[in-house]
């Protein structure tokens, strides 16, 4: 059975960085891309980032270019957000995930595993 635990998740002033941590078990992940959405109150799920698992290509939503980077540990079966110069807009429920070659990385559809989230706030 696949598990994914988020941690990490807290408050912080504005400018500032956190880093996210999802551990993922329950079977090998190696044909599978490993993904972080984020759902603000009121709003949609959305995408932030995405990694696969074999070979670390990565995904970026335009409005966390340059800030994010997505990560992870083969040996730990662990992913990672690391978030920097955070902004208030960045407040939301982070969730990670895990899909099977997603035709769209950018897309929920492509992913079979959730996390339960971990919150994120950014006080200005």
């Known amino acids: 059975q696949v598990q994914l635990v988020e941690s990490g998740g807290g408050l912080v002033q504005a400018g500032g960085s956190l880093r996210l941590t999802c551990a993922a078990s329950?079977?090998?992940?190696?044909?599978?891309?490993m993904t972080w959405f984020r759902q603000a109150p009121g709003k949609e799920r959305e995408f932030v980032a995405a990694?696969?698992?074999?070979?670390?290509?990565?995904t970026y939503a335009d409005s966390v270019k340059g800030r994010f980077t997505i990560s992870r540990d083969k040996a730990k079966n662990t992913m990672y957000l690391q978030m920097n110069s955070l902004k208030p807009e960045d407040t939301a429920v982070y969730y990670c995930?895990?899909?099977?070659?997603?035709?769209?990385?950018?897309?929920?559809?492509?992913?079979?595993?959730w996390g339960q989230g971990t919150q994120v706030t950014v006080s200005s």
């Open positions: 995930a895990a899909g099977l070659a997603p035709l769209r990385r950018d897309s929920r559809n492509g992913y079979a595993y």
């Open positions: 329950g079977r090998s992940f190696g044909a599978y891309t």
């Open positions: 990694i696969t698992w074999s070979g670390g290509s990565t």
